[in-house]
């Protein structure tokens, strides 16, 4: 069964610039959330989508959008790169909607770097 | 505001010796905590977890204690083996929204 994937792997925009990340989620997982990785901040929750609905929402700004589609590959989307947005940022799917039971499977994540 | 922390960003521990990672919480209302692993260049992968009904969670060399009282829980690897060296992040389930909130990490070195 192959594994969450995220595209691309790398990706170097420069301030202003708006980018759009991509994940698969294991085939039969319905949620999909998003994580932001710096340097002493750890993972950042950034939203979940469950059934096509954003489920839940982190403390990002407006530009931090996301969709997902009704194959359960969602996208997330920031517009106006700004410098700080430079992080890891993952994905992880799981069968149900995120809770105790619904184990998270993460992708190996998108490196953006803002330049 | 930090929920979950991990106040120790790295730790280095001789291969065959105990590594113990600590990571404190501070809202009582959380009551499902687990802890991943990451290896540079790959996602986390969920190592253990434990529900709050319980202060010990065991499987395989990891352990996991959490210690309600305190807010804090602390994972147990024995004995250690190089291939431990990873980044080891703990998290906690809000029961409200039920959203993942991570700690820092904690990068652990295991020396051969």
């Known amino acids: 069964k192959a594994g969450v994937t995220q595209t691309p792997r790398y990706l170097i925009k420069t301030r202003g610039q708006q980018v759009t990340l991509s994940c698969s989620p294991i085939s039969g997982h319905r949620s999909v959330s998003w994580y932001q990785q710096t340097p002493g901040q750890g993972l950042q929750f950034l939203f979940e989508y469950f059934s096509e609905t954003q489920r839940n929402k982190g403390n990002f700004p407006g530009r931090f959008s996301g969709r997902q589609f009704s194959n359960s590959r969602s996208e997330m989307n920031v517009s106006t790169l700004e410098l700080g947005d430079s992080a890891l940022y993952l994905c992880?799917?799981?069968?149900?909607?995120?809770?105790?039971?619904?184990?998270?499977?993460f992708g190996p994540g998108t490196r953006l770097t803002v330049l | 505001d930090q929920q979950v922390k991990q106040n120790s960003p790295s730790l280095s521990v001789q291969e065959g010796r105990i590594s113990i990672l600590n990571c404190d919480y501070t809202n009582s209302m959380f009551d499902y905590f687990l802890w991943y692993k990451k290896y540079p260049a790959e996602g986390p992968t969920f190592l253990i977890s434990i529900s709050s009904i319980k202060d010990k969670n065991e499987d395989g060399r990891f352990t996991v204690f959490l210690n309600k009282s305190a807010k804090h829980l602390s994972l147990h690897i024995v004995p250690s083996q190089p291939g431990d060296s990873a980044v080891y992040f703990c998290a906690a389930i809000d029961p409200g929204t039920y959203k993942y909130i991570f700690g820092t990490g904690t990068r652990l070195k295991v020396l051969a």
């Open positions: 992880a799917s799981s069968l149900g909607p995120s809770g105790g039971n619904n184990e998270q499977f």
